[in-house]
């Protein structure tokens, strides 16, 4: 399974690396990987964990298989659902959820006397120190909650794949809810741009 996931990840995620230049700017290199993620992303990845997935040899969903996922999540912000199709696919779906990074200090424009151009560069060098802060504190928090997500996630997708039906329509019918629903704190940190909606329904 990893090679058809990952396959999907890269065309996904493809151009969102971490910027490469090295620059004296404090906040360069957050505003660039920021800049650099393009679209956030809300996907929700559900897997057939039903005996017929297994007689007929749907590719296996592993954990690991999410990572490159996961790491964009906390990295860009963003939003991750996983489920399963199983007798009855009406579960609630594992999430990870981190908010986007706050838009960075605008470098100070210059060209103005000395006195005021000394008070912007302070006032951006403090702007900048707090943004840093800030980011730091949103990233810490995305890798916590992330951790638990991969175990969850572990937990749910090692589980045997020996359900005695396929209940396809349910899980179809949660994916779309899931793409469906609002914005996190919609009109004060809505998505910006506006988000990429994918679902990845593995099944036979």
């Given at each position: 399974?990893?090679?058809?996931?990952?396959?999907?990840?890269?065309?996904?995620?493809?151009?969102?690396?971490?910027?490469?230049?090295?620059?004296?700017?404090?906040?360069?290199?957050?505003?660039?990987?920021?800049?650099?993620?393009?679209?956030?992303?809300?996907?929700?990845?559900?897997?057939?964990?039903?005996?017929?997935?297994?007689?007929?040899?749907?590719?296996?969903?592993?954990?690991s298989d999410l990572d490159d996922l996961v790491a964009r999540t906390?990295?860009?912000?963003?939003?991750?659902?996983?489920?399963?199709?199983?007798?009855?696919?009406?579960?609630?779906?594992?999430?990870?959820?981190?908010?986007?990074?706050?838009?960075?200090?605008?470098?100070?424009?210059?060209?103005?006397?000395?006195?005021?151009?000394?008070?912007?560069?302070?006032?951006?060098?403090?702007?900048?120190?707090?943004?840093?802060?800030?980011?730091?504190?949103?990233?810490?928090?995305?890798?916590?909650?992330?951790?638990?997500?991969?175990?969850q996630a572990a937990t749910l997708l090692a589980r045997p794949r020996?359900?005695?039906?396929?209940?396809?329509?349910?899980?179809?019918?949660?994916?779309?809810?899931?793409?469906?629903?609002?914005?996190?704190?919609?009109?004060?940190?809505?998505?910006?741009?506006?988000?990429?909606?994918?679902?990845?329904?593995?099944?036979?």
């Amino acid at each position: 399974m990893r090679s058809i996931l990952t396959l999907l990840l890269m065309a996904l995620l493809g151009g969102c690396g971490a910027p490469t230049s090295r620059t004296r700017d404090p906040s360069a290199a957050v505003r660039a990987t920021a800049s650099g993620c393009g679209a956030p992303l809300i996907m929700v990845v559900t897997p057939d964990l039903s005996g017929s997935a297994a007689t007929n040899r749907t590719p296996v969903v592993q954990a690991s298989d999410l990572d490159d996922l996961v790491a964009r999540t906390v990295r860009c912000g963003g939003e991750i659902a996983v489920g399963d199709v199983s007798a009855e696919s009406d579960r609630p779906l594992l999430r990870l959820y981190v908010p986007q990074p706050a838009a960075p200090p605008a470098t100070p424009a210059g060209g103005r006397s000395p006195l005021l151009a000394r008070q912007e560069r302070e006032r951006y060098a403090a702007d900048s120190a707090a943004y840093r802060r800030s980011d730091s504190l949103r990233t810490s928090a995305g890798e916590r909650d992330a951790r638990i997500f991969r175990q969850q996630a572990a937990t749910l997708l090692a589980r045997p794949r020996d359900a005695a039906r396929s209940d396809v329509n349910g899980a179809i019918a949660r994916m779309a809810l899931f793409l469906a629903e609002p914005d996190h704190a919609a009109g004060s940190s809505a998505w910006t741009p506006p988000p990429r909606r994918i679902a990845a329904l593995i099944s036979d």
